[in-house]
């Protein structure tokens, strides 16, 4: 087994995709544990899932901050005092900028509830749903400046139904997020992503390949 490295987790919320990467660092799914858990809000329910499973949790306000700049920077010097490897934005609803992506060039991860670069920003479901596209899914992407922006590791496809809402959609969508930061963050740790400009390879042999597969939604099946 390849050392362990260790995770920085920005989130400013719920928290599911901290918790379905406590599950994998705790179950040896992934050879990571998380060091520490920052959150731009102080009511972040990510902070009682961390506190319950005695991950350290810091609370940083941005408003003690003059500006994003000065926030990221902050950021980063407490990331760096937990030696941080790998830092994951799990719904941290802030925009970063190059005070933190620099430092962490190629090791700092977002996931987005849409098949980037489409829908970025907020309420990306809704947006897919409004647009009326038949498939959406999940993008885990290196960060670069730019709102959801940066080279993409792995994506899960989800089909949209006519009666989903967007409540439906986020829920098809929210459990394949659980699944692949997870395996992102594994690739990391085991050294197979290789960033080539705006593309991710993936070194190694995958333990499946979709090959020539193809999605097809709706489907008319014609006798
Ligand atoms: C997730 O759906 C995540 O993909 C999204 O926020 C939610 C956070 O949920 N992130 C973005 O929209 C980033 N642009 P969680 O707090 O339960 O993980």
Redesign the pocket.
Known sequence: MSKKIRLGVL??????????VIEASKNGIIDADIAIVISDKKD???LVRAKENDIPTLFLSPKDYKNREDFDKKVVEELNNYKVDLVL?????RIVTSALIEPFRNRIM????ALLPSF???D??KQALEYGVKFSG?TVHFVEEG??EGPIIIQAVVPVMDNDTVDSL?ER??KY?HKIYPIAVQLFAEGRLKVEERRVKVLGKAAHHLGEKVLINPYLNRR
């Open positions: 989130i400013s919320g719920r928290g599911s995709n901290l918790q379905s972040a329910y990510g934005l799990a719904g941290f609803m977002n996931i987005h509830p970025p920003g907020l990306a479901q999940c709102m959801d986020s969508i929210l997020e």
